[in-house]
């Protein structure tokens, strides 16, 4: 019965076009309906009826409904209303159909809800179908798509940004001070406490947003400024690399941080990008490679789209670099593999800081006393480092002594070499103390450690390891810098294995220093008592021990970096001109064939064509350019010429570029999980992979404080929502007497 009062009802209801707009008439007086269908079909009696019994059941209906209905069916006139549009900037109006439909939706077809009526069109002008329409996931997914995103510029904002100052500088200083917590890592309560104080210094911040969870509320913007300059960036280089590792957090989960490293298109300058940390569902090789691509994609790119032949992205994908471990090299199965099976072209590369480590770690093992002499250097520490009552005991007799009792270290695992020189340097300087501590300790595991470092050997090798892991500590330092070039790489390996060869003639100061101290008569090294076998004179030239020490260094070494030498790598160096010709004839010859095999051959699918056909021709210009150049740094020169951009070296310096954006070590992820661990400690395991994520991209991306500016975060947190933002209190502006600015209502309340 219902459903046939309502078919009366809208019978009687007639729809036309006035201007632009769609009307809805109400209903005619009841003659007149009759009379004109009884002129427009004289003869049609049944007609005259049909209309009587509507008119009839429309005047039964009417007795059932509120003074409200009424006026809504019989009198309001609905019509689209312009602000809309800004409220909801994804509206829109078709002025020939009269329907008002969704255009985010409509430009993303494949993900949209095509049943929905702001899909269709409707011209049902209300606002209820538009609050509906944007809480749905189909509409929420439109919007967050990379290429529709967009930003609206509500009166709100520009109310707001222009007129309240006040307002303004308080909301300010409530971003800054959460930059200033999440920069340095420290938890989302400290935003609380450091409000309070500044409360109490009488700084105005307002009555809202001073809680912990306004802190996490403030990070999704600065976010996402910091991953928008980032996107930018990488879209706007030629080349790039990525660089991935694995750790356990303190929540024992497992994650995967993802870098990329590429050329800034402003300071020309090699740049490694933290992109994302990805927990792992799996640690296989699927697992990891999943969450590689997952870390990409928040910059909105995929290996596919990193192809050489892809027209979707700019950006090429010349090198991937990892640890070497199984899961990420492996031949078959391995990350590195997945990812040449999209990318043939790109290069693969272990982590020249973790083959070092690998090569000195096999060869001390090589070595039969260095196995115990590293072995006791841990028990000294564990000895001491557990026991505040020794460390106590150890501090007095220095004193004592009128010595500084240096720190005990452990030899870590990561940066190993540099660890393990701590260790042996503390060692050394406390061991007058460590000796007469160990002779009164009444401990087991005292005495033993105290019949092997009062012995020759050890003391004679605890000063050759002063002279030897400093030179392999250099070297890993010089592997850990952020803008490391691949064709620096030689040099510095070729530096250290010539400070090494030279240890086995040329003994260095601190293994002279042992030799001016012992004295093999008495058995004494200074004023220390040794025991033990009494050997003769020592000859530090010919110690069978040492010297395997250094042959095994050496030759590990070599075998390690050996892959350096493998085309396309080998043909980069000749952009080192440290080693070019000083002749013009030689010069002029030099890399010629390098650089033309590296843009037709190697590299073929990186150029253009027309950088084929002008790169010979460039290099030799390149050359004449650089040779007064030539006692300047690599990365200076190269760096200026990039930003010089001279139309007469367009095509060559895209060789440049591609070497530039090439990661030889991934230290810059190691730094990542420092940062990382410095924000997920044991106290805040429950930490989200949400918030985990966003607060390292800001310690690592996000500016220094002092650099930091709010307005761009604060303009994307007040444009991050159709609702109101508190910032004038919990009390919302409201519509009065038909007055639909919002921007002006905002204004008026200011003023007040």
């Not at 890592?185 to 400290?190: A, M, S």
């Not at 997945?338 to 070595?367: G, Q, Y």
């Not at 350096?564 to 010859?589: A, C, M, Q, R």
């Amino acid at each position: 019965m219902a459903n046939l009062l309502r078919y009366g009802f809208v019978r009687e209801q007639s729809t036309k076009k006035v201007g632009s707009r769609s009307t809805v008439q109400s209903e005619k007086p009841k003659s007149a309906s009759v009379e004109s269908t009884v002129d427009y079909n004289e003869s049609n009696t049944n007609t005259v009826s049909f209309h009587e019994t509507n008119s009839k059941r429309k005047a039964c209906d009417s007795d059932y409904l509120t003074k409200d209905q009424k006026y809504d069916k019989l009198k309001r006139q609905r019509k689209f209303q312009e602000h809309w549009t800004t409220v909801w900037p994804w509206l829109r109006y078709d002025d020939d159909n009269c329907i008002m439909f969704c255009r985010i939706c409509r430009d993303n077809p494949d993900i949209a809800n095509k049943s929905s009526q702001l899909f269709k069109g409707t011209d049902h002008f209300n606002v209820d179908p538009l609050k509906s329409h944007e809480k749905t996931k189909e509409h929420m997914h439109c919007m967050t798509r990379g290429s529709t995103v967009i930003k609206p510029k509500a009166k709100i904002v520009e109310a707001f940004t222009n007129i309240s100052s006040q307002k303004y500088s308080s909301l300010t200083a409530l971003f800054n001070t959460a930059y200033a917590v999440l920069k340095s890592g420290r938890p989302f309560t400290d935003y609380e406490f450091i409000c309070a104080v500044q409360l109490k210094n009488n700084i105005e911040l307002g009555q809202n947003y001073l809680n912990r969870f306004a802190c996490r509320r403030f990070l999704s913007p600065i976010v996402n400024v910091i991953r928008k300059r980032i996107q930018d960036e990488i879209k706007s280089a030629n080349f790039l690399s990525v660089l991935a590792d694995g750790s356990t957090d303190a929540g024992i989960v497992e994650q995967e941080i993802v870098y990329v490293r590429y050329v800034h298109p402003v300071d020309r300058t090699p740049k490694t990008t933290q992109v994302d940390i990805v927990s792992l569902s799996s640690a296989n090789s699927s697992g990891v490679f999943e969450a590689v691509e997952t870390g990409l994609k928040t910059v909105d790119l995929t290996f596919s789209d990193l192809k050489h032949d892809s027209e979707s992205c700019k950006s090429k994908l010349v090198a991937v670099n990892f640890d070497g471990a199984a899961v990420m090299m492996g031949q078959r199965s391995g990350v590195a593999k997945k990812i040449t099976d999209i990318v043939p072209e790109s290069l693969v590369l272990h982590c020249v800081a973790h083959k070092l480590e690998l090569a000195a770690l096999d060869a001390n093992k090589s070595a039969k006393y260095m196995v115990t002499f590293e072995e006791t250097i841990k028990g000294i520490f564990g000895f001491y480092h557990y026991s505040p009552k020794r460390r106590r005991e150890l501090y007095e007799i220095c004193s004592v002594l009128n010595e500084v009792g240096a720190h005990f270290s452990n030899v870590k695992q990561v940066r190993w070499l540099s660890s393990k020189e701590r260790a042996v340097k503390a060692v050394v300087v406390n061991l007058p103390a460590v000796i007469m501590h160990l002779q009164s300790s009444e401990a087991d595991r005292a005495h033993g450690y105290l019949r092997e470092v009062t012995s020759v050997t050890f003391v004679k090798h605890l000063y050759f390891m002063l002279d030897y892991l400093p030179l392999l500590a250099t070297l890993s330092r010089a592997f850990q810098q952020e803008n490391l070039l691949i064709m620096e790489l030689p040099d510095h390996i070729e530096c250290t294995l010539i400070a090494l060869s030279a240890l086995k003639s040329t003994p260095g100061k601190n293994m002279k220093l042992f030799h001016e101290l012992y004295n093999p008569t008495e058995m004494k090294f200074g004023d220390v008592v040794l025991t033990g076998r009494k050997p003769g004179p020592i000859d530090l030239t010919k110690d069978t021990n040492i010297v395997q020490i250094i042959d095994n260094t050496l030759k590990y070494i070599q075998n390690r970096f050996t892959n350096l030498n493998v085309e396309p790598l080998s043909k980069l160096y000749v952009l080192d001109f440290h080693k070019w010709p000083i002749h013009d004839t030689e010069l002029g010859t030099f890399g010629n064939h390098e650089i033309h095999d590296l843009v037709h051959t190697s590299m073929k699918s990186c150029f253009t064509d027309m950088d084929r056909e002008c790169v010979d021709r460039e290099w030799i210009l390149l050359k004449m350019f650089i040779r007064p150049l030539r006692s300047n740094d690599l990365l200076d020169v190269y760096s200026g010429l990039l930003r010089m951009n001279n139309p007469a070296l367009t095509h060559v310096l895209k060789v440049v570029e591609l070497t530039m954006a090439i990661s030889p070590s991934t230290a810059s992820c190691e730094r990542g999980f420092s940062n990382m661990n410095n924000v997920k400690t044991f106290l805040r395991t429950q930490l989200t992979q949400e918030s985990l994520r966003d607060q390292l991209q800001v310690m690592c991306e996000g500016p220094l404080l002092e650099d930091f500016s709010a307005d761009e975060a604060i303009k994307d947190w007040l444009n991050s929502t159709t609702g109101n933002r508190h910032i004038h209190g919990h009390a919302r502006p409201s519509l009065k007497d038909g007055n639909d600015n919002i921007g002006d209502i905002l204004i008026d309340n200011m003023k007040k």
